[in-house]
């Protein structure tokens, strides 16, 4: 069953699913992780998560109110800290606290930070018409970092991009279909 047609009424239905998949208004329990590393002496994150207090079409993430910030700060990565976040894709589990809200507006949570995702990536979600939820998401959660002149698209290569020292991108290209 993919996840975007998993309503709450055909989870509901799935009792195998709860408690520990799903809750007992059949919304799914979904895990969605960063992984934060040091490489001589860069700090980079990749993927930012779901996001807290953003408009979602998904009920689990809509007008979340998580700890993400103060656990990654628990970590040592404050997020002024970081240099270099990787989103290996653009969707609302994997961008989601690129962006933090400050008054009525969106900002870059992580100021000092490059956001870098492939330009195929960009250049698919550019060439397609998306839903309302997904322009919603690239709203609050990609745009803002692109205007504040942090994000940068990368051309991988079939062996792979080094973007720090240590660190490089390796294509691994999707169908787009389901997206």
């Known amino acids: 069953m993919a996840a975007a047609r998993a309503t709450t009424g ?12 799903a809750d007992e208004q059949g ?8 992984f934060a590393v040091e490489v001589d002496g860069m700090r980079v994150l990749v993927d930012t998560g779901i ?33 270099v976040v990787v989103l290996t894709h653009l969707h609302a589990d994997h961008v989601g606290w690129n962006t933090r809200a400050e008054g009525d507006a969106w900002v870059p949570t992580f100021p000092n930070a490059r956001y870098l995702t492939s330009r195929t990536e960009w250049d698919y979600w550019a060439g397609v018409d ?5 322009r919603q998401m690239f709203r609050d959660s990609v745009h ?14 079939d062996e792979g991009t080094e973007v720090a020292p240590g660190i490089r991108l390796l294509p691994t290209p999707a169908t787009h279909r389901g997206r």
């Open 130 to 134: 998306m839903e309302e939820a997904r």
């Open 27 to 34: 919304v799914l329990r979904l895990a969605s992780h960063s």
């Open 144 to 157: 803002p970092v692109r205007e504040a002149g942090l994000f940068d698209l990368i051309d991988v290569a």
């Open 51 to 83: 996001g807290n207090g953003k408009r979602r079409a998904n009920p689990a993430w809509h007008n979340l109110n998580s700890d993400y910030e103060a656990r990654l700060r628990a970590a040592g990565f404050a997020p002024e800290s970081v240099d």
């Open 10 to 21: 055909l989870v509901s239905r799935t009792p195998w699913l709860s408690p520990e998949f």
